[in-house]
Structure formats: structure tokens, C-alpha cells
């Protein structure tokens, strides 16, 4: 059974940080593609960042520069260091993957950014 948990979400002042984590269970981060999206109020969900099972990294253009994904295959974890944090990154962040050709997402961790 695939099980994704995220955690490290919180409310955080504009220009802020963050760190997200997502842990897997019943699969092997370093053989698959892992991404970030997330879901801000009222808005649809939008995909954030991904690392390919090779290593490669993209962003989508609206974090590039300030998010960055990473992984650490001892842990099987994801991460997302969120820098620069403004006030429309809040929203619900999630983890996901795919094996076989079948999705897996994570439950969420959420965000705010805000004074």
C-alpha cells in the first residue's frame, strides 16, 4: 500500500521560509517521478515542482528561483524549501507520484503566507 504523508506547513510572514516534507511509504522515491502542487482559495490546483527519478528538476515559473525540490533517497522523503514566500503561495501544498501508471497523492499540508 502507497502512502505519501506531507508535513511542515504553518503561517508564515511574507518574505518568510518554509520547508515541506513528504514521506513515502510503499514505494521508492528515487525510481519515480515525485512532484509538488498545491490549491490556493478558490483557485484549481496547479503543479509546483518535480524531480525525475534521474535527478532533474522543474518549476513551474511562478516559484522558480524561490522553491527548491530536493530528495533524500536514505529517508525515501521529498522536500520543498520554500523561500521568498509571498502572499499568494498560500494554499494546500501536496505530494505525488506515480507507479505503473497509477497516481498517488499525499493528503496535503497547508500554507499561509500572511502578515
Known amino acids: 500500500q502507497v502512502e505519501l504523508v506531507e508535513s511542515g506547513g504553518g503561517l508564515v510572514q511574507p518574505g518568510g521560509s518554509l520547508r515541506l516534507s513528504c514521506a513515502a511509504r510503499?514505494?521508492?522515491?528515487?525510481?519515480?517521478?515525485a512532484s509538488w502542487y498545491r490549491q490556493g482559495p478558490g483557485k484549481e490546483r496547479e503543479w509546483v515542482a518535480a524531480v525525475t527519478n534521474s535527478g532533474l528538476r522543474n518549476y513551474a515559473d511562478s516559484v522558480k528561483g524561490r522553491f527548491t525540490i530536493s530528495r533524500d533517497n536514505s529517508k525515501n522523503t521529498v522536500y520543498l524549501q520554500m523561500n521568498s514566500l509571498k502572499p499568494e503561495d498560500t494554499g494546500v501544498y501536496y505530494c505525488?507520484?506515480?507507479?505503473?501508471?497509477?497516481?498517488?497523492w499525499g493528503k496535503g499540508t497547508l500554507v499561509t503566507v500572511s502578515s
Open positions: 510503499g514505494i521508492i522515491f528515487m525510481f519515480n517521478t
Open positions: 505525488k507520484t506515480s507507479k505503473s501508471g497509477v497516481d498517488y
